[in-house]
């Protein structure tokens, strides 16, 4: 199956600073996903981004499938951010996601 | 839109005994999904539907079992509870397989004592 790994595990960071997330992936995908898991446990979708890139808000995100990688961009961070950080991907007729271990971010004030 | 929906939000049994956790959209999909999530850990997969009648095992079926009676819902049994069992519990659906997002419930966090 496809194998993902996120990057780095841990950040921690002072309010206001960017970041950027890397998931790498095995093999060719037609579904990828970053999700937020804040402190109450929810799993927020933040993008649904196979390829290309897409921006709301603050964040941003580039899919660069042909390389295996997508990366999650967090801008102006806010204490509000802080949680784990997930990549999943799906390939072909896959029926499920494989996630990362995810990336555990903490904003200080 | 409520999307997907899970109860309860939390539950603690005791070992041996008996649940069963529920789950429904109003998205009309054809595909849902059981993964479970360990502390410190990405979500692996239970059991997945690819519609009503239709079932199949993921990759940590055991000790589990579902139904899909309808497109709405997708219970998850857990028959003779064990502490392995304890861990956080997430429902999602999607339109189909590949290529689509799929979308999360909020959780059921199960302790097994």
């Known amino acids: 199956g496809i194998q993902v790994e996120q990057s780095p595990p841990d950040l921690i960071l002072q309010e206001g600073a960017n970041s950027t997330l890397r998931c790498n992936f095995s093999?060719?995908?037609?579904?990828l996903q970053w999700f937020h898991q804040n402190p109450w446990g929810q799993l927020i979708n933040l993008f649904y981004?196979?390829?290309g890139t897409k921006q709301n808000g603050r964040l941003s995100a580039t899919t660069v499938a042909t390389e295996r990688y997508s990366l999650l961009y967090i801008s102006s961070s806010q204490t509000t951010d802080s949680g784990v950080y997930f990549c999943?991907?799906?390939?072909?007729?896959?029926?499920?996601?494989?996630f990362g271990k995810g990336t555990l971010l903490t904003v200080n004030p | 839109n409520a999307g997907v929906t899970q109860t309860p939000k939390f539950r603690i049994l005791k070992i041996g005994q008996s649940m069963t956790l529920q789950c429904a959209q109003d998205?009309?999909?054809?595909?849902m999904y059981w993964y479970r999530q360990d502390p410190g850990m990405g979500l692996k997969l239970i059991y997945y539907?690819?519609?009503?009648?239709?079932?199949d095992k993921g990759e940590v079926p055991n000790g589990y079992n579902v139904s899909r009676s309808t497109t709405e819902d997708f219970p998850l049994r857990l028959e003779l509870a064990a502490p392995s069992q304890t861990s956080v519990y997430f429902c999602?659906?999607?339109?189909?397989?590949?290529?689509?997002?799929?979308?999360f419930g909020q959780g059921t966090r199960l302790t097994v004592v």
């Open positions: 999602a659906s999607s339109l189909r397989a590949g290529g689509t997002e799929a979308f």
């Open positions: 093999d060719s995908v037609n579904n």
């Open positions: 981004i196979p390829s």
């Open positions: 999943a991907v799906g390939g072909g007729s896959n029926y499920k996601l494989t």
């Open positions: 998205m009309n999909h054809n595909y």
């Open positions: 539907s690819v519609g009503a009648g239709i079932t």
